[in-house]
């Protein structure tokens, strides 16, 4: 009885040491997965089915999103309306849904896919377009449709044909300057790709800007963001090489590396500051070969991607970090202040954290503890002129004068190397006391090159105990005498 129980318990420890695969949950009409607490819509398992509504919760677990393709290719359903409370719809959910002429979203919706309503009734209904034509009596741009009038000045384009599910943009193609309909909160994943657009001014409602949105438009010089913009998709100005100037307002806006990637503005040298590209104050991305990042002081914003796989050094202004910064928290080091935004973040993301305002002087490499690793790079910047980190010169400045030279190698050469008690190291006079005297003497015997005849006195002067009595001694003394070490 005992041996089966014991052949019970290995298996049990046996199934549990390996993680069961996931899958999908079910509820109504919904196949659904749960990610970080809230509800991902995954399939529509639905049948018969002409009207449905997407729920804001399932088992009272907040419903925060469709997957791509969740209804693509149900030609029954006619209308859908998705309850309030859901942020994103995934690329093709409605696609090739031929009946689909009603389509209700809510006003929490930041993110709309690619294809998302591709084929649907509404998307293939002309009436739902709107394109422009001119009236040249009255000096306007005239919409048919039953659009009205629009102001010249604020629409200036050609060609212009567009498509909105109430407010959200899901498709345009224009060449010249537009001003984005008022009242627009989210322009969908590819809204204006490969279009001719050279300027467009954001609405004020305008919340977010979706993935690859003005991708490969080559010829946009300008974009007038808002001061309400959120979000902006990845990819979002991709391929944009006429787009060189970029203004964005004064606060965190969700977005990543990529946002900007390939702009004017980002292929552009001299924009960049150290390897690490700046907009305004905002850090957008780092040059893959960067061990430590050094952020610049007044940096407020880090975006998502931004930083890689690399450690960073973040100065006390930064308010925001993307919780996606880093794309492996495991192998980066955060360094920056105790009580700085920094160290809450790196708290929170199980980020190993350096405190650069209690460091060790000596530890250079920061492994705890100082030995002749530390030295030799200490001699690689002073001697060979290595330029040193943002650590190497704050534990490496032994003197803190603000450089790395061999007075700092000197320094940590006499912390790794006690030196033994003797006759008063640097009483070279001898008058039982060391002082500018003494400094003066070894001095004069150093630059006339004379030799110490006396033990007595050569014991004394050769501080550094390497038989000779040079300039090293004289500047371990000048050291000594300036309260920087203490001579045995």
Not at 380 to 391: A, E, G, L, R, W
Not at 397 to 417: H, P, Q
Request: aromatic share 8%; with cysteine; glycine share 8%.
């Amino acid at each position: 009885m005992k041996r089966i129980i014991s052949i019970m318990i290995v298996v049990i420890m046996l199934v549990c040491s390996f993680s069961l695969p996931s899958f999908a949950l079910n509820y109504g009409s919904f196949s659904y997965e749960i990610i970080n607490d809230e509800v991902v819509i995954t399939k529509y398992i639905g049948s018969n089915r002409t009207s449905i509504t997407v729920p804001a919760t399932i088992k009272d677990v907040p419903v925060v999103a469709i997957g791509e393709g969740a209804f693509n290719g149900n030609t029954e359903l006619t209308t859908v309306e998705v309850s309030e409370g859901v942020k994103s719809i995934g690329a093709s959910v409605f696609e090739n849904c031929t009946s689909l002429a009603t389509i209700t979203l809510p006003n929490t919706i930041t993110r709309i896919g690619e294809k998302a309503i591709y084929n649907t009734a509404y998307y293939n209904n002309e009436s739902n377009w709107k394109k422009q034509t001119a009236d040249t009596s009255s000096g306007d741009i005239g919409f048919g449709n039953g659009m009205g009038q629009i102001p010249w000045e604020d629409i200036v384009a050609n060609d212009l044909e567009y498509l909105y599910l109430g407010t959200n943009l899901i498709e345009i193609s224009f060449s010249g300057s537009y001003s984005l309909k008022k009242g627009t909160r989210v322009i969908a994943d590819g809204a204006f790709a490969g279009c001719n657009a050279e300027s467009v001014t954001l609405s004020n409602t305008l919340v977010a800007i979706g993935e690859n949105a003005f991708k490969d438009c080559n010829s946009l010089k300008n974009v007038k963001f808002n001061e309400n913009i959120e979000i902006i998709g990845d990819y979002a100005f991709d391929g944009c090489t006429s787009l060189e100037t970029i203004n964005l307002p004064d606060k965190y806006i969700e977005m990543s590396s990529t946002s900007f990637y390939n702009t004017g503005f980002y292929n552009t040298p001299n924009n960049w500051d150290n390897n690490v590209l700046y907009i305004e104050n905002a850090l957008i991305d780092v040059s893959e070969n960067v061990d430590i990042v050094e952020i610049k002081e007044g940096t407020k914003y880090v975006v998502g991607d931004s930083l890689g796989e690399n450690n960073a050094v973040i100065p006390k202004t930064v308010s925001k970090i993307s919780n996606k910064a880093f794309t492996d928290t495991t192998k980066v080091t955060v360094f920056s202040y105790a009580d700085t935004h920094a160290q809450k973040f790196a708290n929170a993301n199980n980020i190993k954290f350096v405190d650069i305002g209690n460091l060790t002087k000596g530890d250079v490499n920061l492994d705890g503890k100082i030995d002749k690793d530390d030295y030799d790079i200490l001699c690689d910047v002073s001697i060979i002129q290595k330029t040193p980190s943002f650590i190497e010169k704050l534990a490496g400045d032994m003197d803190d004068d603000g450089a790395i030279d061999g007075i700092d190698v000197i320094i940590l050469d006499l912390m790794l190397n006690d030196m033994p008690p003797s006759r008063l190291k640097g009483d070279v006079n001898g008058d039982n006391k060391v002082d500018i005297e003494d400094y003066e003497l070894l001095i004069s015997i150093v630059s006339t090159s004379e030799k110490i005849t006396d033990n007595v006195m050569l014991q004394r002067a050769d501080i550094n105990e390497d038989g000779a009595v040079d300039a090293f001694d004289a500047v371990y003394l000048d050291l000594a005498l300036n309260g920087m070490v203490t001579l045995l």
